[in-house]
Each structure stands twice: as structure tokens, then as C-alpha cells.
């Protein structure tokens, strides 16, 4: 049976996330978090006390990368994930381990460690794959691919509001600083910038809501995999 590979691609704080959860559910595919894996290995080196060293250690950085205690625990409401046995579900998605994915990100040696870990994901019936370069770098053959995206600002907006929801006291400017910083870093690293690919549909959500983008992509969606 043909994997059938749906990929979102985007900034921090476009969507991603919600959007691939709910066409995971809405087509009963599998769910790749690629952003999740890098944050877990940011915060897996930064436990370590390596990830401020990380060129000093880059072999056994890699093996890190390559032997991460992950799990992915479903439920009906969320999904829960363990590193090393312990819930870090909430703490992977804040700022500051959000650096640390991004510092990751940047580094091949790294990227390269948790590029077969990612391709294992895609499994009948069907994947879809939610990252900074799934259609670009790790599941080019997808026939859906759709990049997503939206104004710093109002990604800034949306992820206060999150934080907020989270119990956390956050400063709109600092959110902002910090959205551009990554975009800038995301944009210019050397392995696998964050781009859309040729074949991308691009949608900006900025005046959209949630619901408004899923049928956008729902019908890109269903055209590309009929074909």
C-alpha cells in the first residue's frame, strides 16, 4: 500500500500544530511532530549540560539524538509526551526550549541523526508530517505539501494567549523578539532553510481562523491525493 504523505511546513507560531493534529484526526492518519523531536533533543542537551558545547561534543550529541527515550502517548483530548519517562509536554512548548530546537536545528550533524527517525513515521494509511522542512528536506515525494504561515505579530499574539493559557507570565515584545529571532536563524541556516517548497500551496493566516484554514486545506488536500 502507497503511504499517502500530507506535509505542513511554516514559521513558529502559524498553526502548524493544531492544523496537522486536526487532519491527522479528520483523515485517521499517523502524526509527525518533527518540531517536538528537536525540542526534546534541545532539552535532552541542555539536561546534559551539553548544549551550550554542543561543537565539542558533536558525535556524542548525534548518538543522543539517535537513542532519545520518546513517547507519544494519545488520548482522546491530547497527546502526551514523555522524555525519559518523564511529561514534558508542557514544558517542551515554551520559549525557551523553543531555542533550544532551533539552536539544534542548525546543526547538520544533528539534522542528519534524526532524519531516518522522522522517514519511520510514514506508515499506511497515511502521514501527515508537521515541520520547518518536511516537504523541502525529509518527505519530498509527498503529494500534498502546504506551507503555512502568518505575520510575526500576529503569531506573536496568538502565542501569548498560549503561554497565558499555560499559566505563564509573558511579555508580548519579548514573544516577538524571540519569533523574529527564530524566523531569522530558521531562514538562513545553511541545512534545509525554512522555505516553502516549489510545489507548496502557501497559506497566510493571518485574518484567518482555525476553521477558515482547514477547509482551505482540506480541498487543496483532497484534489492532491485523488490525483
Avoid: W
Amino acid at each position: 500500500m502507497t503511504v499517502k504523505i500530507i506535509t505542513i511546513d511554516g514559521p513558529s507560531g502559524s498553526g502548524k500544530g493544531t492544523l496537522a493534529a486536526k487532519l491527522a484526526a479528520h483523515y485517521q492518519f499517523h502524526l509527525l511532530d518533527s518540531g517536538a523531536l528537536y525540542r526534546l533533543l534541545g532539552l535532552s542537551l541542555h539536561k546534559q549540560g551539553l548544549l551550550e558545547e554542543i561543537d565539542s561534543h558533536l558525535d556524542h550529541c548525534a548518538e543522543i539524538a539517535t537513542n532519545l527515550d520518546i513517547q507519544f502517548v494519545t488520548t482522546p483530548n491530547e497527546t502526551q509526551i514523555l522524555l525519559d519517562g518523564e511529561d514534558v509536554t508542557q514544558t517542551i512548548r515554551t520559549e525557551r526550549v523553543g531555542e533550544f530546537a532551533s539552536k539544534v536545528a542548525a546543526i547538520p550533524v544533528l539534522r542528519t541523526a534524526l532524519f531516518e527517525r522522522q522517514r519511520a513515521f510514514a506508515q499506511a494509511p497515511g502521514l501527515v508530517a508537521d515541520g520547518r522542512d518536511m516537504a523541502t528536506s525529509i518527505f519530498p515525494e509527498a503529494p500534498a505539501k502546504i506551507y503555512l504561515t502568518a505575520s510575526a505579530q500576529s503569531r506573536a499574539e496568538r502565542r501569548v494567549k498560549q503561554l497565558q493559557g499555560m499559566g505563564l507570565d509573558v511579555k508580548i515584545n519579548d514573544i516577538l523578539a524571540n519569533i523574529e529571532a527564530r524566523d531569522k536563524r530558521d531562514m538562513e541556516r545553511e541545512v534545509a532553510p525554512l522555505r516553502p517548497a516549489a510545489d507548496a500551496l502557501i497559506i497566510d493566516s493571518s485574518e484567518l481562523n482555525i476553521d477558515e484554514v482547514f477547509n482551505l486545506m482540506t480541498q487543496y488536500i483532497d484534489k492532491q491525493l485523488a490525483k
